[in-house]
């Protein structure tokens, strides 16, 4: 009897210990998307519970997968912290990110007003929209949380709970899942700031489409003021697009779950403008383009180079990037294999899976070509990606040399291995030995990789990666059979390759 009651009261209790503990140890927001005002958001939190005398708040100067300080506490105001009884509680901003909260423990309810990042993505600001954040009251909420919420630098791991107020026919799509409490209101959890920041969310009238591609389920879910019934037509060219990256990969997509967010504004201009941040079950692109025409040669080059970052960063990354610190972040050095191998498999994929001809793809190197021309090629990658930041002017040739330096290691690796081994099956050996939570030492990639292939690679990252010598892509492309004229930039196929060419031709691009 009494070890009956005794039972009786632990499993009543337990689930309220439970509960008390996890709210002790969340931060619990409130974000209401209902009531702005000039264009602004109320925010407020309670910080997890603490014993601390101070706590330095911090907002992102920018986020894994951009290398420019983006400031997000700049749109923060109003900052303003209270104790139980709704006394103010002194705090001090620091900079442009980061706040001093005074007499933290006392601390109930910290609060401010923050502004959107940007309105349009019309052309004339340059700047990257994707890891910002839009507010439209009545139609749209692109929102990044990086832009809404923040952490104390003393209490970075914990979890967060947030609950949203919004309009009554806002669906809420993301790779987190949303609960819908009422009408108004959803709640969601995750796990800790890094993974909050890394589930961006799109608020709107829904129009959203699931496909499922192998074991992975995938949302589809599209945002244009005027086009309201369009996700499915989307939907259709996604799932192409992920069934022949499933077969590149090797098979399976490395995820269960994944969510596409996309917005579409509709211009008069001419040609189209993409913008895009991959994340490790999502992607935000950003779409603006005089005719809906363009949209899905837009998502085969966005769409598709954002998914191709679930191998890497997402699955395959340094210390510098698994600890990664939203003040004062330590750039990698292997920006080349982020930005440059993720760019060229989305140029690779196409004519490996045969979804278009020869000279399409001989087009797509001489654009790569093309590009590279507007920069210094005379700089050592290794270098230019440690310094990232400062360099922003020679930033955008990782997607130009960077995907021709991938063509590079893709011909010498399979000319090594006689066919047997691309930077396809490269990737693999990475993921399986690194893989979601496991990281490389920044400082040894190279030498793991040598080990991994052949000694002569070691040389190629030397030279090319490391070193500053130019890319060897007319000695190379030669290996598989083509032309690079180095004074107009075409590349044209040989007509009559020999069989050493045409095997490695075959082996490179299935030709
Ligand atoms: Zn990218």
Redesign the pocket.
């Known amino acids: 009897m009494n070890t009956l009651i005794k039972l009786f009261f632990v499993m009543i209790i337990f689930p309220n210990i439970m509960i008390a503990q996890k709210t002790k140890k969340n931060y619990e927001y409130h974000i209401d998307l209902l009531h702005l005002s000039n264009d602004e958001v109320r925010v407020s939190f309670s910080p997890p519970k603490n014993n601390l005398k101070q706590g330095k708040f911090i907002i992102p100067k920018l986020v894994p997968?951009f290398y420019q300080a983006m400031n997000f506490g700049q749109y923060v105001s109003d900052f303003t912290a209270t104790d139980k009884n709704g006394k103010k509680i002194l705090t001090e901003r620091l900079d442009k990110n980061s706040w001093m909260v005074h007499d933290l423990k006392n601390v109930k309810k910290i609060s401010y007003q923050v502004a959107d990042g940007w309105d349009s993505l019309e052309k004339n600001n340059q700047e990257a929209k994707s890891p910002g954040t839009m507010f439209k009251k009545d139609s749209v909420f692109v929102i990044n949380y990086n832009s809404l919420v923040g952490y104390f630098e003393e209490m970075k791991g914990n979890p967060y709970q947030i609950k949203v107020t919004k309009n009554k026919g806002f669906y809420a799509s993301s790779a987190l899942n949303y609960q819908q409490k009422n009408k108004n209101t959803d709640i969601v959890w995750a796990k800790d700031y890094r993974q909050l920041v890394d589930s961006p969310v799109l608020y709107c009238v829904p129009d959203t489409t699931w496909i499922k591609i192998g074991h992975t389920e995938v949302l589809v879910s599209f945002y244009n003021n005027k086009e309201r019934h369009y996700s499915k037509i989307i939907a259709r060219e996604i799932e192409n697009i992920l069934k022949n990256q499933q077969a590149y990969l090797g098979g399976t997509l490395p995820v269960n779950k994944y969510a596409f967010l996309i917005y579409y504004e509709s211009s008069n201009e001419n040609g189209y403008l993409g913008d895009g941040l991959?994340h490790s079950h999502s992607t935000l692109c950003l779409y603006r383009a005089g005719s809906m025409k363009f949209l899905p040669h837009a998502l085969n080059r966005v769409a598709s180079?954002?998914f191709f970052?679930i191998v890497t960063p997402l699955n395959i990354h340094s210390g510098e990037i698994q600890h990664y610190d939203f003040l004062n972040p330590v750039m990698s050095k292997h920006l080349w294999l982020?930005?440059g191998m993720?760019?060229y498999a989305t140029i690779h994929m196409p004519i490996k899976q045969k979804m278009i001809s020869l000279e399409d793809f001989e087009k797509s190197l001489e654009e790569k070509i093309q590009g590279m021309k507007e920069f210094d090629n005379k700089l050592s990658f290794t270098e230019m990606s440690k310094n990232s930041m400062e360099r922003q002017d020679q930033y955008m040739n990782f997607y130009q040399k960077g995907a021709l330096l991938g063509a590079c290691l893709d011909i010498r690796l399979r000319e090594l291995s006689h066919g047997k081994m691309g930077t396809q099956d490269l990737m693999q050996m990475l993921m399986k030995k690194y893989g979601e939570g496991k990281y490389f030492n920044d400082d040894h990639l190279f030498d793991e990789i040598t080990k991994m292939t052949y000694p002569e690679i070691r040389t190629f990252f030397r030279d090319f990666v490391e070193g500053t010598q130019p890319i060897p892509l007319k000695e190379y492309l030669e290996k598989a059979g083509f032309n690079y004229d180095e004074a107009t930039g075409k590349v044209t196929s040989f007509p009559n390759p020999d069989s050493k060419q045409i095997a490695l031709r075959k082996a490179w691009i299935n030709q």
Do not use: I, N, R, S
């Open positions: 997968g991959e180079h954002e970052h982020y930005e993720t760019e």
